[in-house]
């Protein structure tokens, strides 16, 4: 009995199989990127700087709905969009300290005061309040306070774009930092321009920001102690307090290269 010949399929028919199982395959891709992007932040390997007054991140992913209404508000463009590498976090707002820290440019917390949802808690009102991390010393040996060095000229170079609010020279609006130079025998940046430590002292000289009392912080966020001396110049090294809240001012502004801090994440970084 002869066999039966197997039809040739048409090519229509061919291209449309091809077309169906390219779906597939681009699909699973998908679905796979996806729970690899899952799996970090369930687990808690991705650590990232979230807003003033973010919630806990299980709690904040539950709650932020991407908005970007905190991105547009804030003045000094902090507050970035989370791109298609963090899985399930794609869209929430997040913060690169190195590139540009939060100063609390805005006393009110205009991001906390534009969200929606609450995902940046509406119940705190003043920077000090804020639980964004704690500032961590990760590279001693790089800080220029702790070699004796100073700051002469930007702190960053004048390619850094970015911004800081000096309220020797505007009260209000921040320009780059490339435009602002320094004159320093031994390096405090760390301290000189922590947002903390800025209001302690004007409220220390009678002129709290805004005339609010309620915008002084209890507790300092970071000094200087000095360790010994080199070459006749004294030497100090940068120690993190209590007061601070993890802005990453700290982090951005100090002219090593990398940094001598990071923004520690483990132990803060969320409102229960």
Known sequence: MDKKETPTPKPAMTMKRRKFLRTLVMTGGLVGASLVGLVPV?????????????LLEKDFLASCIKCGQCVQV???EAISLADLIDGVGVG??????????????CDGLQ?????????????????HEAEMAVAK??????????????????????????????????????????????????????????PIEIRIAQCAAGNPPAGDENQCPPE?????????????????????????????????????????????????????
Not at 245 to 263: L, T
């Open 42 to 54: 369930a687990k808690g390997w991705v650590k990232r700087l979230r807003p003033p007054g973010a």
């Open 74 to 76: 804030c003045p000094v």
């Open 92 to 105: 929430t707002p997040i913060i690169d300290p190195r590139q540009q820290a939060c100063d609390f440019s």
């Open 111 to 127: 991001c906390v005061l534009a969200c929606p949802t609450g995902a940046l808690t509406h119940h705190i009102n003043y920077p």
């Open 137 to 194: 010393v990760v590279r001693p040996k790089l800080c220029l306070a702790s070699q004796g060095k100073g700051v002469h000229g930007t702190a960053r170079g004048d390619n850094f774009h970015g911004l800081l609010r000096y309220d020797e020279v505007d009260r209000w609006n921040p320009i780059p930092v490339s435009d602002h130079q320094y004159d320093l025998e031994v390096c405090d940046l760390c301290v000189r321009q922590c």
């Open 220 to 272: 300092p966020a970071i000094r200087l102690v000095e360790t010994g001396e080199v070459d006749g110049r004294k030497t100090f090294a940068p120690e993190v307090l209590s007061g601070c809240v993890g802005c990453g001012v700290c982090e951005m502004i100090c002219p090593a290269e990398p940094s001598v801090f990071e923004m520690g994440l483990d132990n803060r970084g969320g409102h229960a």
